[in-house]
């Protein structure tokens, strides 16, 4: 009889779970609110629950549970550290307690980890390896793929792209808090708020505080001056920063996803720009991918489950992309 994966995406806002064939096929899904503020007790009854909801009924063995979801977190010893939307959550045996439940084996993974896995197995980033990842949303993150081989580094805490430094009016800042959705808002209202015109002004029925990243990236590609300026200075950002990446790791292939992506064409220009007009030497980008995430939504399950037909072993990108060769 053939085996099911169990794949578990955790947010802070979102509980995603579902049930997965060998061939990453989801089978079922079920998905409820984090409620994050409720604690860590809470939290995980409710994992527990979405998990049990998409648990085969036809007697199929489960191989595993595999769990993608916010860091920092130790993929070796399964322990959660301290992810910053999740409430109580600190040094948290999760693997212990999720293998303890269930009774079958479990893995975990930061989530831009999961993420990359997907994306490099089954999504954008299929045949290469040497790969960047970045997800751009309410924070920004990363992972990448060097030389077919995930990088985790000593604890598991490697590669937290948004958290790349940079200097703005002679402060250091993290890249996240300049180029995230947060901060998109958060540029667009100040330049509302000082007089400057915009389609945004009827789209939030005058109510800036109802202003949402969505709303910016949807205007600036209908053309809106403003939305377009804002968007495009972000792109510039995080342009720079992939040029760090490009210098360090030299990929084949940068994926981005989340929901800012969504901007498209806009967006990815403005990127594009700056990784010309920063690096080091043309020969990082003359042959560069730049690429929209593929899989959507679905990324976390996928790449929860990769963990779990791998059995925890993501090394050799490789040989994982041969075993899903169609």
Known sequence: ???????????????????LDFDLHIEARDEIPTLADEGFAATLERIKTCIRRVWPDDHRRVAGIGISMPGPLNPVTGVVISPPNLTGWLNIPLVELM????????????????????????????????????????????AVIADGRLLVGTRGMATEVGHMMIIEDGQPIYLEQRTAGPAIERLAYQRLEKGEQSSLIDVVGGDLS??????????????????????????????????NLLHLFNPEIVVIGGGVSKAGAVLFDAIMKGVHDYCLDDLYWQDLRIEAAALGDDVGLIGAGILVIAEGDTADIDSLQARWVE
């Open 1 to 19: 009889m053939k085996q099911a994966v169990i794949a578990v995406d955790i947010g802070g806002t979102l509980i995603r779970a579902a049930r």
């Open 99 to 142: 293998t303890t439940t269930f009774d079958v084996p479990t893995y975990i993974a930061k989530d831009t980890n999961a993420a990359i896995l997907a994306e490099a197995l089954r999504g954008a980033a299929r045949g290469f390896s040497h790969i960047v990842y970045i997800t751009i949303s309410t924070g920004l993150g990363g």
């Open 210 to 243: 109802r202003l949402k990243t969505r709303y910016i990236t949807r205007a600036a590609t209908a053309g809106d001056a403003l939305a377009l300026e804002v968007v495009q200075d972000t792109g510039r950002l995080i342009g720079m920063g992939i040029v």
